[in-house]
Nanobody, 122 residues
Framework: QVQLEESGGGSVQAGGSLRLSCAAS????????VGWFRQAPGKEREFVTA????????SFADSVKGRFTISRDNAKNTAYLQMASLKPEDTAVYYC???????????????WGQGTQVTVSS
């Protein structure tokens, strides 16, 4: 098993940047693909981006393409979500999750962090 913990959330003005981290403990993060999801108030949780175990393959939701970057450092057991050009509609709780392979469906992820709040003001 792997335990995940997100950090780096906060409040930022529109156009700003934030970097979220997803730190793993237990089984090494290199054994898992990592996905980021978000849930805005009153909305369902949605896929944001994912990265394969090696870091070679990535996938992005259309809404964040060109603005968000996903990366990982397996030696540090940590994955990252770099968010730039943030918009108010990016406001949500952001979750990282782990799965055996890169996926975009949340029901294919076995392990989840508790989430970190990102608030973007206009």
């Amino acid at each position: 098993q792997v335990q995940l913990e997100e950090s780096g959330g906060g409040s930022v003005q529109a156009g700003g940047s934030l970097r979220l981290s997803c730190a793993a403990s237990g089984r090494g993060l290199s054994n898992y693909a990592v996905g980021w999801f978000r849930q805005a108030p009153g909305k369902e949780r949605e896929f944001v981006t994912a990265i394969s175990r090696s870091g070679i393959s990535t996938s992005f939701a259309d809404s964040v393409k060109g603005r968000f970057t996903i990366s990982r450092d397996n030696a540090k057991n940590t994955a990252y979500l770099q968010m730039a050009s943030l918009k108010p509609e990016d406001t949500a709780v952001y979750y990282c999750a782990a799965a055996p392979r890169i996926r975009i469906r949340e029901d294919e992820y076995n392990y989840w962090g508790q989430g970190t709040q990102v608030t973007v003001s206009s």
